[in-house]
């Protein structure tokens, strides 16, 4: 009997820990809410030196941030289309082993559960409101990296926070989102804050 009412106390507990996996993760409305923002998003930059140095992951990507990150031009937004080999990273004069530590704020005009995807070239991970809600730590080629639903308690600017890389040939950097059951957009220009 003893059994029983164990194998049934674990089936209830894998039922319940799957059913949390899968809530939306809840985002943290920046607190207090920003005012007298500009548009766009602040960047610092590391590179990573010639060849055949090269950044290999997110977490080389910090490390190099951490040992000397210089601000650079702002960006416009989560909008940077995959280029042409030799083109420069995002705002960074370089084209190779370039780190990027990205801050600023997002904006959600309403409450609601959102399904947000980044696309990047090589990695990235995101956190917004608190939560890591996207992001690859190898390099890949310009692609979507994991969908994340989650929470918008309600209207208003949320912290967001990056760190991506691109090691060699092209580079993109870029977002999608929707409420949830709606067909993904890109994220317009707009949206993002910096102080």
């Not at 690859?136 to 918008?152: A, I």
């Not at 949320?158 to 977002?175: G, H, I, N, P």
Request: proline fraction near 7%; charged fraction near 20%.
């Amino acid at each position: 009997m003893n059994i029983v009412r164990i194998g049934a106390l674990a089936t209830t507990l894998a039922v319940t820990a799957g059913a949390a996996l899968s809530e939306p993760l809840k985002l943290e409305p920046a607190n207090p809410q920003p005012s007298g923002l500009k548009s766009g998003l602040n960047v610092k930059y590391a590179w990573g030196g010639a060849p055949p140095a090269g950044i290999q992951s997110v977490t080389s990507a910090k490390s190099l941030l951490q040992s000397g990150a210089e601000p650079g031009k702002p960006l416009r937004g989560l909008d940077y289309r995959d280029t042409r080999k030799g083109d420069p990273v995002l705002t960074h004069p370089e084209h190779y082993n370039v780190a990027a530590d990205i801050s600023g704020y997002i904006r959600f005009d309403a409450p609601g559960v959102y399904e947000l995807e980044t696309w990047s070239n090589d990695g990235v991970e995101t956190i917004i409101g608190g939560h890591q809600v996207s992001g690859t730590t190898g390099r890949q080629p310009c692609r979507s990296n994991v969908r994340s639903e989650v929470e918008v308690p309600q209207a208003g600017w949320y912290e967001l926070k990056m760190v991506y890389f691109q090691k060699y040939s092209t580079a993109c950097l870029m977002m999608k989102w929707g409420k949830s059951g709606e067909k993904l957009k890109w994220v317009p220009n707009d949206v993002f804050g910096r102080k």
